[in-house]
């Protein structure tokens, strides 16, 4: 590819499609031969479908899982120790410094922030010393506010309607 400037792409919002957003673009991405590196925070269970057809079809996509607990069907997201947030997060933090990568997604880590248990600046910090060709996206609900300014792009996903209001359980290939 191109020599280009990195961009900061941040997904947040109440409505369903966040992480799956970031799923589709590491997809369209990696059909140009770019390299990706994914982790979750609040997240610690394989099962989820994205993790294993990534084991099982896309070697070449690294993901680190760093979370304790299981997040409910109704997105409240427990709150995970925060060891194992900060160890995410350094494990990302060094595949996107290390410039070995052209993707690397922070799932969740608008929530982590939001609950306190990483600082904004040490997000901030990061994003200013990364290698320039490097995009990153960021997901979770409640960005906050210094996240959505140094942003190229913000969307925000609004739930407009929820199958989950209506009864319907989390389901395998929709949630999971
Ligand atoms: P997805 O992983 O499906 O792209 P998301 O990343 O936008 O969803 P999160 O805010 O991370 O959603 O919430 C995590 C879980 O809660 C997912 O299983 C998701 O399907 C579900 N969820 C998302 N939005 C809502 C909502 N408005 N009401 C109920 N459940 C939701
Ligand atoms: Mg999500």
Redesign the pocket.
């Known amino acids: 590819m191109e020599k280009r400037k990195g961009l900061v792409l941040v997904y947040t919002g ?8 970031a799923l589709g673009l590491a997809l369209r991405a990696m059909g140009h031969g770019c390299r990706v590196f994914m982790v979750q925070f609040k997240k610690g269970n394989p099962g989820y479908g994205e993790i294993q057809a990534i084991y099982k079809y896309l070697p070449d996509f690294k993901v680190v899982q760093s979370g304790k607990n299981k ?1 409910s ?3 409240v997201l427990a709150d995970d120790e925060n060891g194992v947030v900060l160890d995410g997060f350094n494990q990302g933090k060094e595949a996107l410094c290390s410039g070995e990568y052209d993707l690397v997604i922070f799932d ?1 880590i608008n929530v982590v922030m939001d609950h306190g248990q990483l600082a904004v600046q040490e997000v901030t910090e990061m994003l200013s010393r990364r290698p320039e060709h490097v995009d990153v996206v960021l ?3 409640n960005a906050p506010e210094e996240i959505i300014n140094l942003a190229d792009l913000v969307s925000e ?1 609004k ?1 407009i309607k ?1 199958h ?1 209001k209506a009864g319907v359980k ?1 389901r395998a290939g929709v ?2």
């Open positions: 109440n409505g369903k499609g966040k992480t799956t957003a997040m069907p109704d997105g969740e997901t979770g609900r996903v739930e929820h989950f989390a949630e999971f």
